[in-house]
């Protein structure tokens, strides 16, 4: 599966979509179909993971839940196009009885979503819970979270004689031309053709400068790219590395699918992505002759007083629909899928719990005394200001197109040097702070 969006991570600032819809109906008027009812009925479980509908892991999930509630029939369905598709179910009563929460705004969940309490009681219990929270009441709860980082191949870098992972651009320079001079391996790939992967180290914001703060820093700063910043290093970090001659030699033909088989195997030895993507790694390799535990995932090569960080956010949330029938169910069911599932041990992501252990895919970062953080929900007033900033300047911080010429300046293909483009973005972006500020 090409999981192509960062869902849940928390900076990731989806574009919320207002839709209309009818509160009340379907199980809405039963006094007694509340979440602290009795766990029993049918659920309809919608989802983005059709690989799991399709491959039965969710029907086992579902055989080992009625061990525990046997009186709840749980059904999956899984949608391809779930971002757009939900929106448009959500102007009905009938989207499902578990949903991912899909782009809707914050001040919507009441009417579409249970209420399953006030924030407050889960804050020791959950990670990620701003995302689904809204005036002191949560309405969902993360499937997992998400790492932000770089995959990497061990074997290759064992060849090449890297014995350290980098915590400085410079230390990664230097790793990647060891790449170069010593194996086969093309040392990054930046799956330029396909463009969505180019989104994926903008998950860092916030990891090099350790500010959990970071989207709305970057908001009001009238020229963030310039040297200190988190934009400016994630954004020199990949122009540097292709002007350095260290990624495929024809952006222009890079394949994803390909990518994922090509690093599993050791002919790619590093890639952008979230943690998400590990066990996709994982499993490319062991399909073609590699081994899993050749695939490893590092943090961005930067650090603050010597410590290292990795900004985490949770995948969609889980909600219970307003209009289910079996509320008690459907609540059980998340409960019991976040907490007792395997789900995220399985796909290496971090679990929502705040009590479990980091998946054995991230003992790399363990090992590296890399820390976690979560960036800051938005003040009151300033939620979609990043996004606002973004659109005006028509800079697409959550798109390629940018960085894709980026690429193309780093590698001769277009006029300009990181200077003069960086100058150039800071031209454009600083004229929409000033516009939007005023």
């Not at 993971?49 to 491959?55: F, H, Q, S």
């Not at 193309?408 to 293909?413: Q, S, T, V």
Request: aromatic share 10%; charged share 25%; with cysteine.
């Amino acid at each position: 599966m090409a999981k192509k969006a960062l869902a849940g991570i928390a900076l990731l600032a989806t574009a919320a979509v207002a839709i209309s819809g009818c509160a009340g109906g379907g199980g809405a008027g039963d006094p007694d179909n509340t979440i602290d009812g009795d766990v029993k009925g049918d659920i309809k479980v919608v989802t983005w993971r059709t690989d799991l509908v399709e491959d039965g892991t969710f029907d086992k999930y579902a055989e080992e839940f009625n061990k525990k509630y046997p009186d709840v029939k749980v059904t999956f369905e899984g949608i391809t196009d779930y971002a757009g598709e939900m929106l448009t179910r959500m102007s009905t009563t009938n989207y499902g009885d578990v949903i991912g929460i899909p782009a809707i705004q914050p001040d919507q969940y009441e009417q579409f979503l249970e209420p399953l309490g006030d924030t407050a009681d889960f804050e020791d219990t959950y990670r990620f819970l701003p995302a689904a929270s809204y005036e002191g009441t949560q309405y969902g709860i993360a499937f997992g979270g998400n790492a932000n980082g770089i995959v990497y191949n061990k074997k290759v870098f064992e060849e090449a004689g890297v014995t350290e992972l980098p915590t400085s651009e410079e230390a990664w320079l230097e790793a990647l031309q060891k790449v170069a001079d010593n194996t086969d391996a093309i040392p990054m790939y930046t799956n330029y053709k396909d463009g969505w992967p180019l989104t994926q180290s903008f998950g860092s914001l916030g990891a090099v400068t350790h500010d959990a703060d970071a989207p709305i820093t970057l908001a009001e700063d009238p020229a963030p790219w310039t040297e200190g910043t988190d934009i400016y290093a994630i954004d020199g970090l990949l122009y540097d590395t292709v002007a350095a001659g260290l990624t495929e030699d024809d952006p222009l033909t890079t394949n994803w699918e390909q990518s994922k088989v090509d690093l599993g195997t050791g002919k790619i030895a590093t890639m952008p992505l979230g943690s998400w993507a590990i066990s996709q790694m994982q499993a490319a390799a062991e399909d073609n002759g590699g081994s899993a535990d050749d695939i490893g995932f590092m943090t961005f090569p930067a650090s603050v007083d010597g410590t290292q960080y990795s900004v985490i956010g949770g995948d969609y949330n889980l909600a219970v629909s307003k209009h289910s029938k079996a509320k008690a169910a459907a609540w059980a069911w998340i409960q019991w899928v976040v907490a007792d599932s395997g789900y995220t041990e399985a796909q290496g992501m971090v679990s929502p719990l705040k009590d479990a252990a980091l998946p054995d895919s991230l003992t790399d970062f363990e090992a590296a005394g890399v820390e976690l953080m979560e960036i800051n929900p938005a003040p009151a007033g300033k939620e979609g200001l990043l996004n606002e900033v973004s659109s005006d300047s028509q800079i697409d911080l959550y798109g390629p197109i940018y960085r894709q010429k980026l690429i193309d300046i780093a590698r001769g293909a277009a006029d300009g040097d990181k200077d003069s483009y960086f100058a150039e973005l800071n031209e454009r972006w600083g004229a929409s702070v000033e516009k939007l500020a005023g």
